[in-house]
């Protein structure tokens, strides 16, 4: 039963242990289950142990018995991950283990000063959540469409990357490889830095006029949805990449004080030129993040339809674009209005931006390019 | 023609005088002139003129002859508006003159300053806009259900500012009021200080492996989407509000400071704390903007769709919806998958979410809570 006899397209054959029965792991066992794997699962909070077990994400590992897992998944809270993965890898000497803690390096860095073998270990990352926590939430499509980050060591065995892989694969997830090092400096970057830059605009929010923030806009809205998070998870996040977080939130400084001094002295020589360089460096990054299903980054163009903002009148419009024959890249609701007429910004490939218009345009559909 | 003739729910009767044909100026002209006002056009660059008169904005201003326009918009750029709106009073001394640049302060400042009698004047900011300029970009619909401040000074006549209250609403928009400096302060909040915030986290993508971007998600992307704005409007907006936005600019460092002591000596007692009030900060700012349509903020339950994504998916989605009976308060489309499958998430008011789940399960559709 160990990773080595993982076949074909890398599937799994089971048994798998999952130990930590929150929203993630119950959910990687109801995935499973619905693979048709025996599951067996683990928590230091019987009653989440018996939630997860009642809505059918594997049996109370206590009836395992003698059989040997082929994989055992770690899905404990990060600060105690490195413990309990180098006892689930004395315990299960013949299984691939893999932990899903969010920060990669610490917990290698940790193993490997503790002497461990870690060629059947595997750090891997579902980049999946949900607004919700414990088994309770579980969905065993979370993963699904999802990236699955892999971070094979120099001591990982292929056959223990090729069981990772497959548990990603298996529950529908996107399987993308990186190093450690490279996977914290990624999200550090990709989901870190914009975490902690949306909280301290939405901080600024505090304490001022309801009158002024009657003037909101989409614009705000963006860049302040994800301020909603939880604190408790984005703690162990923030805490647990701090160096590679830190390393660039001094970039971010360094260009903050530039801006500080220019609007400080407004009039000042250059200081428009400041001003346009900082809109414009954001231009060149903002265009660098692929698009859609990973693909390159594409230009889109966008058009903004009025619409009643009653049910069914954004169904209609759909179903008409669909009749029209052209396929939507982007959509979204646009609430800054006041009234009760709402706006549907729907972005397409340009060379489809004026077909698409003008066809709107012929069925009496209210449109502003 | 003055504007105490304006009479009835505070509707125009014209002519109006526009000064300024770009996107704002000969939008205003096709807005007024499809609801029958006479409309004269003028604009410092003949071409500009000239295609504003051609798609139907208005009359060139030679043409207005003896008449007395009851209202004159100033829809110059920002660093000539004190000048055109000067000249403005002086020549038609029986209409109420507006401007509309974004910012307010310093305009009516530089207008005291030359001692010039401001009764009939008013400053307004119409908060809408599009990606392109120019008048060939123009729409009569542009500013439909858009908040758009009306700033009255001392000095304002109650005549001038039922005239520019009646410019907004005849236009379809939002009218909402504000002191001057009140409106500088809440646009540097409201719509300054996340475009400065959104410009600097993508700035920090330039020059990081694609293949680290690749794990970007709707986080990143929410966050930096009012990055891709453009640099030369930008430079004017914020040079022309510099000291309100360097204010709160202030505040965004002392935290951003706060946060990078902590991530710099993460294990220091209080670090977790730390880290744990900078996001509830953020959770109560965000907290606090309004709901759509200008409601009160409001705690929507968000569920989310598994479609195939090809034309037609969402449409039925939505169509189903619609006969579920359940209205929609928000919708989006995920792009962080790497397959053919799209996620749709939908907000709802609380009380349908379980409801919709159900109906939808129901009808065959994969919800991911």
Known sequence: MSAFRTHGRGHLNGPAVVIG????????????????????LSDPSPTN??????????????????EQPE??????????????????????????????????????????????????????????????SGPVAARGELFTSMPWVVCPSEETSPGALQAARALATDLGAMVTQFGAEEHDQAVALVSHLPQVMSSLVASRLQGTPIHALSLAGNGLRDVTRIAASDPTLWVQILGGNAAQLVDILHGVREDLNRLIGTLEDPTAPGARLDLAQLISEGNAGQSRIPGKHGGPPQAYSWLTVLVDDRPGQIARLLTEIGEIGVNLEDLRLDHSSGQNVGMVELSVLPNKHDLLIEALNDRGWRVLQ
Chains 1, 2 share one sequence.
């Open 71 to 132: 994989l055992v998944v770690v899905a404990a809270p990060p600060d105690v991950t490195a413990d309990v993965v180098e006892r689930s890898l004395a315990e299960y000497p013949a299984a691939t283990v893999v932990d899903i803690a969010s920060v990669k390096a610490g917990i290698l860095a940790d193993l490997r000063g503790r002497g461990v073998d870690l060629s059947r270990y595997v750090g891997t990352h579902p980049m999946a959540g949900r607004e919700k």
């Open 49 to 66: 142990q018996a939630v997860a077990v009642d809505i059918g994400a594997g049996l109370p590992l206590s009836r395992l018995g003698d």
């Open 21 to 40: 029965t929150g929203l993630l792991g119950t959910s990687i066992g109801l995935g499973l289950r619905g693979r048709g794997l025996s599951v067996f």
